[in-house]
């Protein structure tokens, strides 16, 4: 083959290599079922549950007075610090290993410095639509998360108003940029961003309504003109580690369910077992006072009242498996990391993450190290330009993402040590040793009918298997990068993800053990009719005996797995439908924690 020929055809490959490249992955856009409301934002007290009325059910946001000051303040005292001549990281001194070099001196607002910025926003604003590593992201309501936790502590930052404005109106038109999953080292997540970034002027491709097209097609359909950035609005949008923040708040919203739902099939499985529930009365949680054991054990024992659990049975056995009884341990420890997590994300979403940091209204009295030399030349005194307010502007390593980092691995790893405990008690329920009697001889015409043995096994030991290659910590990072001044990588983006899929894998694993359960309700109940098992175990039973009755031909008809039915069920239904006033919930038990 001659060179011209093997050049077209390697020009060629590198084109088919492209296409498939540009191929957007499969997109699975928001259903917008809360449109119609508002979610205020006021910088302070943005909460988990609004994150994901924004985030996945497409609520609009809106910003305070308070907050829209609060963040024009700050910008205005950006702009007074480089008309008296003080050096600002990222703004009129350069970012990363141009940090000594002056990007612009004197007055931001002069007819010459005004046209430099301008253009160089612009062209940086630009530019993010060729960054980040992809794939690209495939959940809009990841995009929208992000971009709601950066609007509300935004709103700390010296963002041009006009910057703070867009990013309110992405939210609210449904202008979902396309994002690369990859190009943040969970450091800061600046990769992300800069593709946000160039939606809101224009560049590369977004989702309107769900629909893909280019940016500017997108701004058009919503009728606003692309941003005119300014000032150092890159540094304002992309300083931020929103991207794992808003994915954390997602995290702690669906573990919660999946932590509920943990102890309401414990509940059904203590029904199932005929197990004696000593482990969990008060004297033996009182000779442990650890507060979440305590509190998980009362919850559960709640949902159990009226049970016959509680009434002398000759035949039940003094002390079940280790599974059993210990299962409210492992329970309330992954709520006590769920807490101690939620607490980590809620500070990182009420707070400012940004480098540098503004502090209008700061003085040099205020602490003696504001006081030294060394820290006073940060200092703004204020003038006519930001009436007369003072502040300080100061370099900083904010956007190292801990402890919420850390405690994201503890709490993965705390789920898998919940996980463990329920993939055995499935296991128990094969051995006669514990249950005493066998399933088959108790409801007829359906021996085995719901998984209770070898298929059910297999399922929990599959799913174990991939929810312990997650709890396998990121290992710490430090490649020295940007002329070794950006040294350190949280990696938060590869964390974040590997507990959001522990969590889908727990959900997967409590459906085998809400068909596993179920199906001893109905050995129990089938041994003695007058049983009852409590009325929040009780409430799932019927319901579920609905969605999956005992003799279901149309679902044997249509081939559709069991467990499809119960990991549907549960997905579809809040554990909180079940609890009627016998579920202690978990915030009440943090708040007298933290007290």
């Known amino acids: 083959m001659g060179v011209g020929a093997a050049l077209l055809a390697l020009l060629i490959v590198f084109a088919g290599n492209a296409a498939k490249a540009a191929s957007p992955p499969p997109y699975h856009a928001i259903t917008p079922s ?19 009325q924004v985030a996945r059910f497409g609520a609009k946001v809106a910003l305070t007075a308070e907050a829209r000051q609060r963040s024009s303040d700050a910008y205005d005292l950006l702009l007074e ?40 926003q612009l062209a940086i604003f630009r530019r993010g639509a060729l960054a980040g590593l992809g794939p690209e992201i495939g959940d809009e309501e990841i995009v929208r998360a992000m971009m709601v936790v950066r609007a509300n502590t935004m709103s700390f930052e010296a963002a041009s108003p006009q910057l703070t404005q867009r990013l309110l109106d992405l939210l609210n038109d449904r202008i979902t940029p396309v994002v690369q999953s990859r190009g943040t080292v969970g450091e800061g997540d600046l990769g992300p961003f800069t593709n946000i970034g160039a939606t809101m002027v224009g560049a590369g491709a977004a989702y309107y309504h769900g629909e893909r097209m280019p940016a500017a097609e997108a701004l058009k359909s919503a009728g606003l003109e692309p941003l005119r950035p300014f000032a150092a609005d890159d540094s304002e949008l992309e300083s931020s580690d929103a991207y794992a923040t808003g994915q954390a708040a997602l995290l702690i919203h669906d573990a919660r369910e999946a932590l509920s739902w943990a102890d309401l099939t414990y509940a059904i499985d203590l029904n199932g077992m005929n197990s ?4 969990l009365s008060q004297p033996v949680q009182a000779n442990r006072p650890f507060r979440w054991l305590n509190w998980d054990a009362a919850r559960v024992l709640e949902m159990l009242k009226g049970s016959y659990l509680f009434e002398l049975d000759e035949k039940r056995i003094i002390q079940d498996p280790e599974s059993l009884r210990a299962s409210s341990i492992r329970q309330a420890c992954a709520w006590q990391a769920w807490a101690q997590l939620r607490e980590d994300v809620l500070i990182q979403m009420n707070s400012s993450d940004h480098n540098p940091a503004v502090r209008v ?12 030399p060394q820290l006073a030349q940060f200092y703004v005194k204020g003038g006519p330009r930001n009436h007369g307010q003072h502040g300080f502007i100061l370099s900083n390593a904010n956007w190292d993402p801990y402890p919420m980092a850390n405690d994201i691995e503890a709490f993965t790893i705390a789920l898998a040590n919940m996980d463990v405990v329920i993939a055995q008690r499935i296991v128990r329920f094969t051995n006669t040793f514990f249950t005493v009697i066998p399933p088959s001889t108790e409801v007829s015409g359906e021996p085995g009918r719901f998984a209770v043995a070898e298929g059910s096994e297999l399922d929990a030991a599959a799913l174990m298997q991939e929810i312990q290659g997650l709890i396998n910590p990121v290992p710490p990072e430090g490649n020295a990068l940007i002329q070794t001044v950006e040294d350190l990588q949280g990696q938060t983006r590869l964390k974040v993800a590997r507990a959001r899929l522990a969590v889908d894998d727990t959900i997967d694993l409590l459906a085998e053990d809400l068909l596993t359960g179920t199906y001893w309700l109905d050995v129990r109940k089938a041994q003695n009719p007058t049983r009852r098992f409590g009325a929040s175990p009780t409430a799932v039973w019927n319901a579920f005996r609905t969605a999956l009755p005992v003799k279901d031909d149309a679902a044997v008809a249509r081939a559709q797995p069991i467990h499809d039915v119960a990991a549907t069920f549960i997905r579809g239904n809040p554990a909180s439908n079940f609890y009627g006033n016998n579920g202690r919930e978990p915030d009440a038990a943090a708040r007298h924690i933290t007290q």
Do not use: H
Not at 39 to 47: E, N
Not at 361 to 372: F, I, Q
């Open 34 to 52: 809360m449109a119609g409301d508002t979610v205020v934002l006021t910088g302070k007290d943005l909460t988990i549950d609004q994150v994901v």
């Open 81 to 120: 610090a480089a008309a008296e001549g003080v050096s600002v990281y990222w703004f009129n001194r350069g970012s990363g290993s141009g940090r000594e070099k002056f990007i612009f001196k004197g007055d931001p607002l002069s007819p010459e410095n005004r046209k430099f910025l301008e253009s160089r």
């Open 276 to 279: 004696s529930i000593s482990p």
């Open 361 to 372: 209204g700061a003085s040099p009295s205020d602490s003696w190290e504001l006081n030294t």
